[in-house]
């Protein structure tokens, strides 16, 4: 991996992480282009960036995440990402296996196309309109939604949404709540691919991996930063899109990608 391919990456990263696209599915597939998905380097990469869109959130919701006197706000967050820790190390080496095939996840990324253009339709009555009035149960039944994008392609963001608006939160609150589950969700991934898990090939923790060499050092610091600045952006936008438009266009827009990247793919098997 060179300088302007880290860049790329961690500006796909930043800009897809919180938008119901899949993020995982779009960096492997900006990886795979580049010829370099193989390297053990670029897949502790495409997950360690993910610390700098978490940081996008706590700075543009940092009131939300700072106020102490509100106990339960820390309780939801924390029963709600349980289901995804545990799956998450269950399933761990069948998702590895899985990540280094762009052709599935392309068609993954289709099919979620089709659930979002009619998810608008299929919950019309919303009654909760701001996160203190989700209960643990509703965090804990979007926790487990979240753990549908185990499959890559799937999207974390459009999973808990879905199961947000299930739960009968608003659009913007379920979107506004995925945020927040995200925390302590990727938090938890970037910990243990750093420090607790040996990538196959190089039998190396990942701070090793990192440790090898002062380029992946710089890599690893430039792609948080960038990551962590186009997220922000990213976030802002959309919410705009979503509180106007719903989730119509981000359907569109997976089955068009979707379906270039299964022929490129495909082609070029």
């Given at each position: 991996m060179d300088y302007i391919q880290a860049i790329i990456i961690a500006i796909v990263e930043g800009l897809t992480e919180y938008l119901p696209v899949s993020s995982t599915a779009h960096m492997i597939f900006t990886s795979s282009f580049f010829g370099i998905q193989e390297d053990e380097f670029v897949k502790l990469f495409q997950v360690s960036i993910q610390f700098g869109a978490i940081l996008a959130v706590v700075v543009l919701y940092w009131k939300k995440f700072f106020d102490f006197t509100k106990i339960n706000f820390y309780v939801k967050l924390a029963c709600a990402v349980l289901p995804a820790l545990i799956l998450g190390k269950l399933f761990d080496d069948k998702i590895d296996a899985i990540l280094g095939n762009p052709i599935p996840i392309a068609i993954v990324l289709i099919v979620g196309g089709?659930?979002?253009l009619f998810i608008d339709n299929v919950f019309k009555n919303p009654v909760i309109a701001n996160e203190e009035n989700?209960?643990?149960?509703?965090?804990?039944?979007?926790g487990f939604w979240q753990c549908l994008a185990m499959m890559p392609g799937t999207s974390r963001s459009a999973a808990s949404i879905i199961g947000g608006m299930q739960q009968g939160?608003?659009?913007?609150?379920?979107?506004?709540?995925?945020?927040?589950?995200?925390v302590p969700t990727m938090l938890a991934v970037t910990v243990y691919s750093l420090f607790l898990k040996t990538f196959e090939v190089s039998q190396l923790k990942g701070y090793e991996l990192l440790l090898q060499s002062k380029d992946n050092m710089k890599f690893f610091l430039l792609g948080n930063v960038i990551a962590f600045i186009v997220a922000i952006l990213a976030i802002k936008l959309f919410i705009g899109i979503i509180k106007k438009y719903g989730f119509k266009p981000w359907g569109y827009y997976r089955i068009v990608a979707g379906t270039a990247l299964l022929i490129y793919f495909?082609?070029?098997k």
């Open positions: 089709f659930v979002l989700i209960t643990i149960k509703k965090a804990v039944t979007i939160l608003t659009r913007d609150t379920a979107a506004e709540f995925s945020f927040f589950l995200a495909t082609i070029n």
